[in-house]
């Protein structure tokens, strides 16, 4: 079974500052891991995921995050957020049993 | 057009009673999931469905029972409503492969049990 441990619960930054969201998994397999991103309200939809190939991925509205096998991460990036950033960030893993394990999310609050 | 739709978005009922979620999808994916949300913002999944067979079914009280009419629909039926049952459940889809695995959500309906 594979788990997913995120390691701030909430992050507090100014507009136009950098963020970095960090995530952990463990897994005996090889896994998938995703972004989603949920604001105040609403269902969660897809940032960006990995699957395979290029260990730095891009997603939607500037994020990007970098899997790295040998630590077990996949850190979730932005280099200047913006007032509409303030959300919910889960990262997720999946493997080959098919179900999407979400870590306990990271609540975003951006300030001006 | 929404891509996966829930009715209804809110729900407030007292403990004991009987209550359905529906769950519609647009998108022509032919699997389906259950998540519920507690009030710490943890996801969990309840149930997936994949043409309408049940693949995944978490440990979940047998108050809870999801069916499928077809691919595009998945509801969730609870009898006996506890308190410990508020929540936000989510509905979502998806293509049946591996290698993907990114899932569509609905909007979530929040059900409350006084």
């Known amino acids: 079974a594979q788990s997913v441990t995120q390691l701030d619960s909430q992050v507090p930054v100014f507009e136009e500052a950098p963020v970095e969201l960090r995530c952990n998994y463990s897994?005996?397999?090889?896994?998938?891991l995703f972004w989603y991103v949920q604001y105040p309200n609403q269902g969660l939809q897809l940032l960006l995921k990995y699957l395979s190939g290029s260990t730095l991925v891009k997603g939607i509205n500037g994020f990007e995050a970098e899997f790295n096998k040998s630590q077990t991460s996949f850190h979730l990036r932005k280099p200047s957020v913006h007032i509409s950033d303030t959300a919910e960030y889960f990262c997720a893993v999946r493997a080959n049993d098919y179900k999407l394990s979400f870590g306990a999310g990271t609540t975003v609050t951006v300030r001006a | 057009d929404t891509a996966v739709s829930q009715t209804p978005k809110y729900l407030v009922t007292q403990m004991g009673n009987d209550k359905s979620i529906k769950c519609e999808q647009n998108l022509g994916h032919d699997t389906m999931y259950w998540y519920k949300q507690d009030s710490k913002k943890f996801l969990k999944i309840m149930f997936s469905?994949?043409?309408?067979?049940?693949?995944i079914n978490e440990t979940v009280p047998n108050r809870f029972s999801p069916k499928s009419p077809d691919k595009a629909h998945l509801n969730l039926h609870i009898n006996s409503l506890e308190l410990g049952d508020s929540a936000v459940y989510f509905c979502?889809?998806?293509?049946?492969?591996?290698?993907?695995?990114?899932?569509?959500f609905g909007e979530g309906s929040r059900l409350t049990v006084l």
């Open positions: 897994s005996s397999v090889s896994v998938y």
């Open positions: 979502a889809s998806s293509h049946w492969t591996v290698n993907t695995g990114e899932l569509f």
């Open positions: 469905y994949n043409n309408k067979e049940l693949i």
